[in-house]
């Protein structure tokens, strides 16, 4: 069965237009909320692809999990009344097969299941044949090498069109986002794979509606390639994460308000400012390395005494004043406390890992 399944030309030029832009509702609950949202989805004339969840794997038992299989026939006369293409999430070798069965045009694989090599691995299998477009969503936890994992696993599959997801990652602690962006872990993936299509989840990313254009923009400010966005005829009333979706209509304003920038322009003027600025920061960073090459000597020189008296390479109160000094610098420079913080702990680990090679010399 699934040998017969290939991607049309339509739907491989939807794939490749930027940006492409994805929206439905969280869950699929009933088949009315479901053509209704497909409806004003299309009215708006910015949604390319309808997706809505089928499957809801969920963190405890007894929360909503989804109307299962029952709900692709409602997908399928959506599909047919607005002309747009559809894609769910799949889990499993039978919601594959399901899917296929109901001629869903793009699968996305969620974070729960990214995170499973077993999981990634029974999709792959399930797809052998198949020429479909296949979104990967990063895996809960902050873990790049499992979201890479994934890509190769789907790619050795044959699958030709692999699109990835940044729906953000779980993280301890308090913060504004449902799931933080760690946009620094993004743009790392983006590079190692800058031929897919990467696409924001702006929804995940925040759990709540009224910083969703601020996430939005900060994606098209990064180059994104587009959004996933969830809306909801009757948001608050939801089955599932009421607090994150929008209606359509709020969508296509938020759209309408963001500033859609490109990656380059025709200026002659533009390209030869920009260089000048760029040949400035190389040459800062060249100063940079150096510097650093040599705060890294007199950390050997500084283990070096260590070795001699029987000292601990880490010293607390040192490393605490350092940071300390660090953070009231980078302040009056304007530079983050997030960003001072991540470079003065690498360069602290440098250190360390420069004493340590010392010590067991």
């Known amino acids: 069965m699934n040998e017969t399944k290939t991607a049309t030309s339509a739907l491989l030029n939807?794939?490749?237009?930027?940006?492409?832009?994805?929206?439905g509702p969280c869950s699929a609950e009933t088949e009315p909320q479901v053509l209704e949202t497909a409806k004003q989805l299309a009215q708006t004339g910015k949604v390319d692809i309808l997706?809505?969840?089928?499957?809801?794997?969920?963190?405890?038992?007894?929360m909503f999990e989804?109307?299962?299989?029952?709900g692709?026939?409602?997908?399928?006369?959506?599909?047919?009344?607005?002309?747009?293409?559809?894609?769910?999430e799949v889990g499993t070798s039978k919601q594959v097969e399901d899917a296929l069965t109901f001629e869903v045009d793009v699968l996305w694989i969620g974070a729960r299941t990214t995170v499973n090599p077993f999981s990634v691995q029974e999709v792959a299998d399930a797809l052998r044949g198949v020429d479909i477009p296949v979104l990967i969503k990063n895996p809960i936890n902050p873990d790049l090498e499992l979201w890479a994992g994934a890509v190769e696993?789907?790619?050795?599959?044959?699958?030709?069109h692999i699109g990835l997801i940044h729906r953000g990652f779980s993280a301890f602690g308090v913060t504004d986002y449902r799931n933080a962006p760690m946009w620094h872990l993004a743009i790392e993936m983006k590079l190692r794979y800058p031929e897919l299509l990467f696409i924001n989840d702006p929804s995940h990313i925040c759990g709540r509606r009224d910083i969703l254009q601020e996430t939005m923009q900060k994606a098209i400010d990064l180059d994104y390639d587009g959004l996933m966005v969830e809306s909801h005829i009757d948001?608050?009333?939801?089955?599932?994460?009421?607090?994150?979706?929008?209606?359509?209509?709020?969508?296509?304003?938020?759209?309408?308000q963001l500033i859609w920038r490109k990656e380059d322009v025709d200026s002659a003027s533009y390209h030869a400012a920009l260089e000048k600025l760029r040949q400035q920061i190389n040459q800062l960073d060249d100063e940079l390395?150096?510097?650093?090459?040599?705060?890294?000597?007199?950390?050997?020189?500084?283990g070096l005494y260590k070795k001699e008296h029987q000292i601990t390479i880490l010293q607390t109160a040192r490393w605490n004043e350092i940071m300390n000094r660090a953070l009231k610098r980078g302040e009056t420079l304007g530079l983050s406390k997030e960003f001072i913080t991540r470079y003065f702990d690498a360069v602290h680990m440098e250190s360390i890992n420069h004493q340590k090679k010392v010590m067991d010399g």
């Not at 390395?289 to 500084?302: D, V």
Request: positive net charge; glycine residues 8%.
């Open 14 to 23: 939807v794939w490749q237009k930027r940006p492409l832009i994805i929206s």
């Open 51 to 62: 997706r809505a969840g089928i499957w809801k794997p969920r963190t405890k038992p007894g």
């Open 66 to 70: 989804g109307v299962g299989a029952k």
């Open 72 to 88: 692709l026939p409602w997908l399928q006369k959506a599909k047919q009344e607005t002309g747009l293409p559809v894609t769910v």
């Open 153 to 160: 696993r789907v790619a050795r599959a044959g699958i030709k």
């Open 235 to 256: 948001p608050d009333n939801a089955w599932s994460d009421a607090r994150q979706q929008i209606t359509p209509q709020r969508f296509a304003e938020i759209l309408n």
């Open 289 to 302: 390395i150096t510097l650093l090459g040599k705060r890294m000597k007199l950390a050997e020189q500084i």
